[in-house]
Nanobody, 118 residues
Framework: VQLQASGGGLVQAGGSLRLSCAAS????????MGWHRQAPGKQRELVAI???????NYADSVKGRFTISRDNAKNTVYLQMNSLKPEDTAVYYC?????????????WGQGTLVTVSS
């Protein structure tokens, strides 16, 4: 499975961006889709995850500001980011997980840079 992330850019604090993650095959076959981010000098961290039934979970730092959604018809997962803060600056990666014949399969996109200026 190939994941292509897009939508990053430069935005002022308080602004919004929407990230997209397009998959090369049906995401209905990938139960867990999510977004992670990695800021300079820091470890990659989970931002948000969405299950096949639409159940979502968010990092405490983004709750109430970010919304993850999935459009199975378009094979795309989105991350709507509002009220952005400078500390949201990072490379954002989309991720997919499913159980395959040999166990857990995990897929990563190439990352898209989000820069929030103060």
């Amino acid at each position: 499975v190939q994941l292509q992330a897009s939508g990053g850019g430069l935005v002022q604090a308080g602004g919004s961006l929407r990230l997209s993650c397009a998959a090369s095959e049906r995401i209905s076959s990938i139960p867990a889709m999510g977004w992670h981010r990695q800021a300079p000098g820091k470890q990659r961290e989970l931002v948000a995850i969405i299950g096949s039934g639409g159940v979502t979970n968010y990092a405490d730092s983004v709750k109430g500001r970010f919304t993850i959604s999935r459009d199975n018809a378009k094979n795309t997962v989105y991350l709507q980011m509002n009220s952005l803060k400078p500390e949201d600056t990072a490379v954002y990666y989309c991720n997919g997980k499913r159980l395959g014949g040999k166990g857990l399969e995990e897929y990563w996109g190439q990352g898209t840079l989000v820069t929030v200026s103060s």
